[in-house]
């Protein structure tokens, strides 16, 4: 669930604008050439440096802009891992510190659940993106959707829908799924109650009620075996 609030998270952050530059060029180019002949492209040299955590393996690229790009995004990931706002000053750029710290608080205060972290935010935007991630993380933690009615409309129904959601798998209440407006998340709520619910009581019969045909045979599957 916590993967789940993150990724929303994010998903608000970029809907109101992180304002974060592509690297110039084509990015599958090639870009360097080592003395045993391995060629190195943006994505496969930015992969390994995210993967192993290590933007000195940025500097194999021989454009400097996406040299920079590279490590930027891998300094920017090691930042928010470690919800540390002081590691946004190794990025270059003054739009990629503050992009950078503007994310951290957000996702301070959306931990904290304190909206008041939000205030340090000088981007109404942003500001107001984080007030609604912080509400949204209350409503889904404490079970509670009256907390979606401290967001914007932009983002309430979705709120409402997610605290909905959460319930209903939490409770294993089908009956809380029918409060869903999105309709294909009200199925898909749905259908995992009923999974969930044959599951734990090991009722096949259960089944039967999935809608959705591939989840229906994998829940027959694993409860005839």
């Known amino acids: 669930m916590k993967n789940r609030l993150l990724f929303f998270s994010l998903v608000l952050f970029l809907l109101y604008g992180c304002g ?7 990015q599958n180019s090639t870009v360097s050439q080592t003395g045993s ?12 440096a995210s993967q192993k955590q290590d ?5 194999q690229l021989s454009d400097t802009k996406q ?28 739009a990629e510190r503050k992009n950078c710290e503007q ?11 304190d909206v008041k972290i939000c205030d340090q ?11 609604d991630q912080v509400y949204v993380t209350l409503a889904t933690e404490k079970k509670d959707v009256s907390y979606c009615d401290k967001t914007t409309p932009l983002v309430r129904t979705n709120c409402q829908d997610t605290v909905y959601n959460h319930i209903a798998l939490q409770d294993l209440d ?8 999105n309709v294909s998340l009200r199925s898909s709520c749905q259908d995992n109650v009923y999974y969930n619910q044959a599951m734990k009581e090991k009722k096949i019969g259960l089944c039967a009620k999935i809608q959705n045909e591939n989840r229906k045979k994998n829940c027959e599957t694993v409860l005839s075996q």
């Not at 974060?20 to 084509?26: D, H, L, Q, Y």
């Not at 930027?72 to 003054?94: F, H, P, Q, W, Y």
Request: one cysteine or more.
């Open 55 to 59: 933007e000195t393996i940025c500097q």
């Open 67 to 94: 040299q920079t790009q590279c490590t930027n995004t891998v300094l920017r990931t090691k930042a928010i891992r470690a919800m540390d706002i002081s590691l946004c000053s190794s990025l270059s750029g003054e």
């Open 20 to 26: 974060v530059s592509a690297p110039s060029g084509n």
């Open 174 to 181: 089908g009956t809380v799924c029918t409060k869903i407006k």
């Open 103 to 113: 994310l951290i608080l957000s996702l301070q205060a959306r931990k904290a659940g």
């Open 121 to 131: 935010l000088q981007d109404t935007k942003m500001k107001q993106s984080c007030i």
């Open 37 to 48: 002949g391995s060629v190195h492209t943006y994505q496969t040299v930015l992969r390994e």
